[in-house]
C-alpha cells in the first residue's frame, strides 16, 4: 500500500517533465550525453569561449592603450619645459661670449627679467612632471614594462638638475633624446600603434608622432634663428637648416590637418570634430604664420629687431598651440578608448543572457534525466530490500537505455554476495590467526579452527564446549580480561594487546590479541571480535635481549671506573703543562719586548708549547705543537722544554744547530717510547729590535706600528721534530727587524681551525684583522682582544685543541 502512494506521488511530480523523461527513456547513454553536450557545448563553449575570450582581449588591448596615452601626458610636458629652459641657456650662453653689444634691444630687455627666477620655474615644473611620470610608472609600469627604461631617465634627470652652467644647454639634447626613445616605447609597447579603429588610431598618431615632430622642429628652428642673431659668420649655414627644418614642418602640418580629418570622419560618435576642431585651427594657423616669418628672414640679407620679436613670439605662440592640442587630443583619445571598453562591456552582457536562457532549457532537460534516472534506482531499492529479505523480484522498465543492464545485473549481485560469504567462511576457518567473537561476560560466540589449535584444543566445538569462562579459564592474570574491558569501553579498537595466558594443557603462552568493540543502536555492546597471534616465540628473544641488555650495562660501568683512572692521568698531565708555562713577571722582566702569553687546554689535554727564557742577556723564545692528544703529547711537550732550557744553558747560539741537536735529543726518546708522537717548533733569537725566526711551525705574523701587515710562512725554515733523526739539511733561518711599536704575534692551530657551531674556521685573516685593530694597544689588550674574539666566534661549540697565543711587542 505504502509503494503504491509513493508510486503516485512521484508520477504527479513527474508529470511537467514527462515530455522530457519519455525523451530521455527513448536514448541511450551516449545519445543522452550527445544532446545534451550539443545544446551545451556549442552556444557556451563556442560561443562563450571564443567571442567572450575574444571580447575581454580586446578590453585588455584597449586598457593597456589607455595605461600608455597616462604614461604620454607627463612626457609631452616635460617636452614643453625642457626646450624652455635649454632656449634660456643658449640665450644667457651667446650674451656672455659675445657681450650684450650683439643684442638687440628687445631681446636685452627681455634678458634681463632675471632668467635665474624663470630657469628655477622652468626647473620645478620639470621635476613636477618627472614626479608625475614616476607616479603614472607605479601604478602601470609594471604593465608596460617600463622600469629599467625609468632608471635611466631618473639618472638623466639628476645630471638635469646639476647642468646650470651656460655652456651645459647643448647637453639636454641627450635627455629629449630619452624622452623621444621612451615615448616610442610606450606606443609600441603599450599597443597605441596597432588601434584597429582609424578615429583613435589618427589621434595616436597625431598626439604620439605628428605632434611630438613638428615641436621638435619649432624648437630647432627657434634655436637655429638664435644662433644666427648670436654668430652673424654663420648666418648661411644657419639657413641652410631652416630650409630644411621648413620643409619637414609644412610636410607634417599637412600629414596632421590630413589625419585628423580622417579621424573626424570615422569618429562615430560624431563630437570629436566639435572638441579639437578649434585647438586644431590656432595650431594650424601659428604653423602657417611661422612658416610665413621663417620665408621672410631666409628671403632676407638683413633682420630688424622687430622682425626678431615677432618671429620668436610666433614660434612660441604656436608651440603653446601644440601642447594645448596634444592635451585635449589624449582627452578625446581616453574618452573614445573608455567608450569602446563600455560597447564591449555591453556586447557581453547580452551574449550572457543569450547563453543564460540556452543553459534553462538544458538544465530542464537534465532535470528530465535525473528524474528518469532516479525512478529506476527506486525501483532498484524497492528490488534489494526484498532479496535481503530473502524474496525474489523480478523488476520491470519501460527505459531502453543502460541503467536496465543494472536491473539485469541485480540478481547476480545476489549470487556474488552469497560466493562471497563462502570465501569469507573459508578464510575464517583456514587463516593461520586465530580468530573470534566473545559477548560482554567473556563466552566464545564465534572461533575458528586456528584458534583452537593455539590454546591446545582439538576442534572449534571442544573448545567452545570447554572454554565456557575466559575470566576464569583463560588468562594467567585474573585481572587480564577487567583491564581488557576497562580499555575496550574507552577506544572501542585495541591493537597488539598481548597477555599470558593458558592452553588446555595448563601451560602458559603469550598472545597478541587486535580486537574491535560492536555496539547496537543505543551503544550497548553487542560482542567483541578480533585475531589472535601467538607470540610465545617472541617473548622468548625479548627476554634473552633483555639479560643481554644487562651485560652491557655492566660493561658500561666498567668502563666509567677506567675512564675515570684515564682523567686523572690526564688531570696531573695538564697541571704539569700549566706549570712549566712562563709566568707573568718572568715576562715582564724580559729587557726591549712587551710579551703577553695566554695558552687554554682543550678539553683531552694536548702538547701545546711556548716559552719565552733570558740568560746572560740572550732572549729565547718558542712555540710548538705536538700531534695528537694525551698523555704522551703532554710529556713530549715537557721534554721539549726541557731540551731548550738545557741548550740555552750551554750557550748554544746557531739556531740551526740548536734545532738540530734538541731534534736528535728529541727522536732518541720517542723512539725509547715506540711512540709515534712528533711536533712542529719554531724558535725566535731576539736581540735589540732583530729576531731570527728558524723552525718549522705557523705562520709569524708582522704587524707594523703604521699598520702595514706582514705573514712570515716557516714551512722552509724546518722540519717536523722528533720524525726523523736527520734534519740538517731541512733547517733554515730568517731575520726580520722590529721598530718602536711594531707587534708580533706566534699561535698554534687551536686558534685558525677552531669551529663554530654552523663548523666555520676562525682562520688567519680574522686572527690577523683583530691584531691590526689593535696594533696601537698593549700586549695584554692584544691578546685580551683576540681571546675575546675567539670565544665570541666559538659559542657553545666544543674546543678540540689547545689554544696558544704568544703576543710580542717591540717598546
Not at 637648416?241 to 620643409?247: E, T, V
Request: charged share 25%.
Amino acid at each position: 500500500m505504502a509503494r503504491n502512494r509513493l508510486e503516485d506521488r512521484l508520477k504527479q511530480n513527474m508529470m511537467l517533465f514527462k515530455p522530457a523523461i519519455v525523451l530521455m527513456n527513448r536514448l541511450k547513454y551516449p545519445q543522452k550525453f550527445f544532446l545534451i553536450s550539443l545544446l551545451f557545448v556549442l552556444p557556451l563553449a563556442l560561443v562563450m569561449n571564443l567571442l567572450m575570450s575574444e571580447l575581454n582581449s580586446r578590453v585588455e588591448f584597449t586598457q593597456k592603450e589607455i595605461y600608455g596615452n597616462a604614461y604620454l601626458r607627463p612626457i609631452s610636458q616635460l617636452w614643453q619645459y625642457i626646450p624652455q629652459r635649454q632656449l634660456i641657456l643658449q640665450n644667457q650662453f651667446y650674451r656672455n661670449s659675445q657681450g650684450a653689444s650683439f643684442i638687440d634691444r628687445s631681446d636685452r630687455s627681455e634678458i634681463s627679467q632675471s632668467p635665474q627666477r624663470e630657469l628655477q620655474d622652468l626647473q620645478n615644473a620639470i621635476d613636477r612632471e618627472f614626479a608625475n611620470l614616476e607616479k603614472v610608472d607605479r601604478r602601470i609600469g609594471g604593465i608596460i614594462q617600463t622600469g629599467d627604461k625609468l632608471k635611466d631617465m631618473e639618472t638623466l634627470r639628476q645630471d638635469l638638475q646639476k647642468s646650470t652652467g651656460l655652456a651645459e644647454f647643448r647637453n639636454q639634447d641627450l635627455v629629449l633624446e630619452k624622452l623621444d626613445r621612451l615615448r616610442a616605447y610606450v606606443v609600441d609597447f603599450s599597443n597605441l600603434i596597432l588601434d584597429p579603429d582609424l578615429d583613435t588610431f589618427y589621434l595616436m598618431d597625431a598626439s604620439a608622432v605628428k605632434l611630438p615632430e613638428m615641436q621638435k622642429v619649432l624648437n630647432k628652428m627657434m634655436r637655429t634663428y638664435r644662433e644666427m642673431s648670436f654668430a652673424k659668420e654663420t648666418a648661411n649655414e644657419k639657413k641652410t637648416l631652416l630650409i630644411s627644418l621648413l620643409g619637414s614642418l609644412d610636410e607634417s602640418n599637412n600629414d596632421l590637418t590630413a589625419n585628423l580629418e580622417r579621424a573626424f570622419k570615422n569618429n562615430r560618435r560624431g563630437n570629436l570634430r566639435n572638441s579639437l576642431n578649434g585647438a586644431l585651427q590656432d595650431f594650424v594657423s601659428g604653423v602657417n604664420e611661422a612658416i610665413a616669418n621663417t620665408n621672410q628672414i631666409i628671403g632676407k640679407e638683413s633682420k630688424s629687431a622687430v622682425a626678431e620679436g615677432a618671429y620668436q613670439q610666433t614660434i612660441e605662440n604656436t608651440l603653446k598651440y601644440s601642447f594645448t592640442l596634444s592635451q585635449q587630443i589624449f582627452d578625446r583619445l581616453d574618452e573614445l578608448l573608455m567608450y569602446r571598453i563600455q560597447a564591449i562591456e555591453e556586447r557581453k552582457l547580452f551574449i550572457s543572457l543569450f547563453v543564460l536562457i540556452i543553459f534553462m532549457a538544458i538544465a530542464y532537460l537534465f532535470v528530465g534525466f535525473y528524474l528518469s534516472v532516479m525512478r529506476t534506482v527506486y525501483q532498484l531499492d524497492i528490488a534489494s530490500k526484498l532479496m535481503t529479505s530473502g524474496n525474489a523480484a523480478e523488476i520491470e522498465l519501460d527505459s531502453k537505455d543502460e541503467l536496465s543492464m543494472v536491473v539485469r545485473s541485480f540478481n547476480k549481485v545476489a549470487i556474488a554476495l552469497r560466493e562471497s560469504e563462502e570465501k569469507y567462511r573459508s578464510i575464517f576457518e583456514n587463516s593461520v590467526d586465530g580468530i573470534f567473537q566473545t559477548s560482554p561476560e567473556g563466552k566464545y560466540l564465534s572461533v575458528n579452527l586456528a584458534l583452537a589449535k593455539i590454546y591446545g584444543y582439538e576442534s572449534v566445538e571442544q573448545m567452545v564446549a570447554q572454554l565456557v569462562d575466559v575470566n576464569t579459564q583463560l588468562y594467567v592474570d585474573p585481572d587480564r580480561r577487567q583491564q581488557f574491558q576497562a580499555l575496550m569501553d574507552v577506544n572501542d579498537t585495541i591493537t597488539n594487546f598481548e597477555s599470558q595466558v593458558y592452553k588446555r594443557d595448563r601451560n602458559a603462552i603469550w598472545i597478541s590479541e587486535n580486537v574491535r568493540v560492536l555496539r547496537d543502536q543505543h551503544g550497548r555492546i553487542l560482542y567483541y571480535e578480533g585475531t589472535v597471534e601467538d607470540i610465545s616465540q617472541r617473548k622468548l628473544a625479548e627476554i634473552a635481549l633483555e639479560k643481554a641488555n644487562q651485560q652491557i650495562i655492566a660493561l658500561n660501568e666498567r668502563l666509567k671506573q677506567e675512564n675515570l683512572r684515564m682523567s686523572s692521568e690526564l688531570e696531573v698531565t695538564r697541571k704539569l703543562q700549566e706549570m712549566i708555562l712562563p709566568k707573568d713577571k718572568e715576562l715582564a722582566m724580559v729587557m726591549g719586548l712587551d710579551i703577553a702569553g695566554f695558552m687554554e687546554p682543550a678539553a683531552e689535554v694536548g702538547g701545546d708549547y711556548y716559552d719565552v727564557l733570558q740568560q746572560n742577556g740572550r732572549i729565547k723564545i718558542g712555540i710548538g705543537d705536538v700531534t695528537g692528544h694525551g698523555l704522551e703529547s703532554g710529556m713530549l711537550m715537557i721534554m721539549v722544554q726541557t731540551a731548550v732550557r738545557t741548550l740555552l744553558q750551554n750557550e748554544e747560539d746557531d739556531p740551526v744547530r740548536f734545532l738540530d741537536i734538541l731534534n736528535r735529543t728529541i727522536y732518541g726518546n720517542v723512539q725509547r717510547m715506540d711512540s709515534d708522537k712528533n711536533l712542529t717548533l719554531s724558535l725566535i733569537d731576539y736581540d735589540q729590535g732583530k729576531l731570527t725566526l728558524s723552525g718549522q711551525h705557523e705562520e709569524m705574523i708582522v704587524v707594523r706600528k703604521n699598520g702595514y701587515l706582514e705573514r712570515f710562512d716557516t714551512i722552509d725554515l724546518g722540519f717536523p721534530i722528533g720524525l726523523e733523526e736527520e734534519i740538517g739539511n731541512f733547517l733554515a733561518h730568517k731575520q726580520i727587524h722590529l721598530s718602536s711599536g711594531d707587534v708580533v704575534v706566534l699561535y698554534t692551530d687551536g686558534i685558525t681551525e677552531a669551529e663554530n657551531e654552523a663548523r666555520k674556521l676562525y682562520g688567519v685573516d680574522r686572527l690577523c684583522e683583530v691584531i691590526c685593530q689593535n696594533v696601537d694597544a698593549s700586549a695584554i689588550a692584544i691578546r685580551q682582544a683576540v681571546i675575546e674574539d675567539l670565544r665570541s666566534h666559538i659559542g657553545k661549540q666544543k674546543i678540540y685543541d689547545d689554544i696558544t697565543l704568544l703576543v710580542l711587542k717591540q717598546k
